[in-house]
């Protein structure tokens, strides 16, 4: 069965650090392009970040950039997201997903069932 | 960057009702537009990609279509397991950006 399993959320204070990862079963990981999108408390999806199979190539959301850094190991089927100087409006679920193939003009095929990070002292 | 718009932001629909929600881009995104399905507590499903091409094992009463900056999706006969919160996506360029959805409620 193809699927991604988030882990890694958790109560952070504003300006800390956390690193999320998501893990990958069922498919051959190094092939596809994968995605972190996060949703906040009652409000909609938020696209965060992508970045290519071989990893060489990433991509981040403006309010994401420069804190937020995408990487993965394709040895151990592992997608991360390190985040830097969290905010409070960081505070959201967070979601990996598998692209189609690549993630633009493609889709996001597969989700995680999340991981939530909160940001407050 | 491309925002997305989506009408109505709230539907009360009966089963059995055909329902049609639109999204409109900002500028063309040729048919690189996705539609997804969330329910309260649970991760997206994608159910359209391509504007009208319908992933596996979702009903085909799902649907979808359009191009350049105006897309639909249609269920033609509301179940009760479809009363949910729908969002469009487009893929078109980077940042890729959702609409704000679209919540489908019991009438």
């Known amino acids: 069965e193809v699927q991604v399993l988030e882990s890694g959320g958790g109560l952070v204070q504003p300006g800390g650090s956390l690193r999320l990862s998501c893990a990958a079963s069922?498919?051959?990981?190094?092939?596809?392009?994968m995605s972190w999108v996060r949703q906040a408390p009652g409000k909609g999806l938020e696209w965060v970040s992508a970045i290519s199979g071989s990893g060489g190539t990433v991509h981040y959301a403006d309010s994401v950039k420069g804190r937020l850094t995408v990487s993965r190991d394709n040895s151990k089927n592992t997608l991360y997201l390190q985040m830097n100087s969290l905010r409070a409006e960081d505070t959201a679920v967070y979601y990996c997903?598998?692209?189609?193939?690549?993630?633009?003009?493609?889709?996001?095929?597969?989700w995680g069932q999340g991981t939530m990070v909160t940001v407050s002292s | 960057d491309i925002q997305l718009t989506q009408s109505p932001s709230f539907l009360s629909a009966s089963v059995g009702d055909r329902v049609t929600i639109t999204c409109r881009a900002s500028q063309g995104i040729s048919s690189y537009l996705a539609w997804y399905q969330q329910k309260p507590g649970k991760a997206p499903k994608l159910l359209i990609y391509?504007?009208?091409t319908l992933q596996s094992g979702v009903p085909s009463r799902f649907s979808g279509s359009g191009s350049g900056t105006e897309f639909t999706l249609t269920i033609s006969s509301l179940q009760p397991e479809d009363f949910a919160t729908y969002y469009c996506q487009q893929l078109n360029s980077y940042p890729f950006t959702f609409g704000p959805g679209t919540k489908v409620d019991i009438k």
């Open positions: 069922g498919f051959t990981f190094s092939s596809y392009a």
């Open positions: 997903a598998k692209c189609s193939s690549s993630c633009q003009t493609g889709s996001f095929d597969i």
């Open positions: 391509a504007a009208s």
